[in-house]
C-alpha cells in the first residue's frame, strides 16, 4: 500500500504578525512548525502502514526551509519525503496550490508508484479555508471523505475503505472505493513519539526536491501569486468586547435561583418564551 500524505509548514500560530500594507503573514523570523492537523493525517496514514505493509511519502510545498519539517516527518516514521519548491510558487491561494500539489502528486505517481490513499489535515491553522484537501480530490478524480473521525476498515483486496464522518446531524459512516483522498479531523489519534532509528536515518536522509518544471508543471500561470484569484482586502484581530462580566451574589440565594434570575433581567423575552414553550399559550 502506498499514500502520500500532503503536510504544510506553518508559522507557529502564537507568534504570527500580519504585514500592515500587503495584509499577508509576515513569515520572516516567526518559529515555524508542521501543521496541526496534518499530524493527524500522517498518524493515520503510518497506522494503516504499519498494518498493511507498504510506503509513506510525504510532500509539501514552500520554500526551502520547509524540508525541516519533512525531516520532523521522517522522524516520526514516514519512508520518503518530497519537497515542491520554487519561485514560481509563492503568494499560491488555495487554487494554486491544489494544481501544483495535485501535479506533484502525479509525478510521485509516475516515479515511486500511485498512491492508494491520499491523507490531508482538515485544513491550516495559518488559512482554515478547508480547501486544498477537496481541491486535489478534484484534480485527480479521486473520491473523496472529508472531515473523517476515524478510519474503521481498509480492504486492500477489495479496494474499499470505510470512515466515520462528522458533520452537522450526526456521525456518518461511509464505504468508497480506493483510491481515494481523506481529510483528518483533530483529535482523531496521537502522533507517536518516533524511534531513533527513524531520527537517525531522517537526518541521513535525502530529501526529494523538484521545481516546478521537474515536478512537471506544465502551465507556470496557474501556479503562486499568477494563478491566485483571491484577494485578501483585510486582516483584523476581533475587538475586544467592552462588556464587563458580571459579579452574582449566592450568599443569600441558591446558585442556579440566582443565576436563572440574572439570566431573566438580562433577556427578559426569555422567561415569557420559556412559559409559552412549556404551557403551549
Partial sequence: MHIVVCIK???????????????????????????????????????????????????????????????????????????????????????????????????????FGAPDIVFTGKQTIDGDTAQVGPGIAKRLGLLQLTYVAKINEVDPAARTIEAERRSEGGVQVLKTKLPCLVTMLEATNEIRRGAMADALRAARAKIVTWSAKEAGVEDISKCGLKGSPTIVKRVFAPSARAEKATIVDFSTRAPAEALIEELFKRQPKLEAELTISAHGF
Fill in 9 to 111: 509548514q506553518v508559522p507557529d500560530s502564537a507568534q504570527i504578525r500580519v504585514h500592515p500594507v500587503t495584509n499577508t503573514i509576515m513569515r520572516q523570523g516567526v518559529p515555524t512548525i508542521i501543521n496541526p492537523y496534518d499530524l493527524f493525517a500522517l498518524e493515520a496514514a503510518l497506522q494503516l502502514r504499519d498494518k498493511f505493509g507498504g510506503e509513506v511519502t510525504v510532500l509539501t510545498m514552500g520554500p526551502p526551509s520547509a524540508e525541516d519539517s519533512l525531516r520532523r516527518a521522517l522522524t516520526y516514521g514516514a519512508d520518503r519525503a518530497v519537497l515542491l519548491t520554487d519561485r514560481f510558487f509563492a503568494g499560491a491561494d488555495t487554487l494554486a496550490t491544489t494544481y501544483a500539489l495535485a501535479t506533484a502528486i502525479r509525478k510521485i505517481s509516475e516515479t
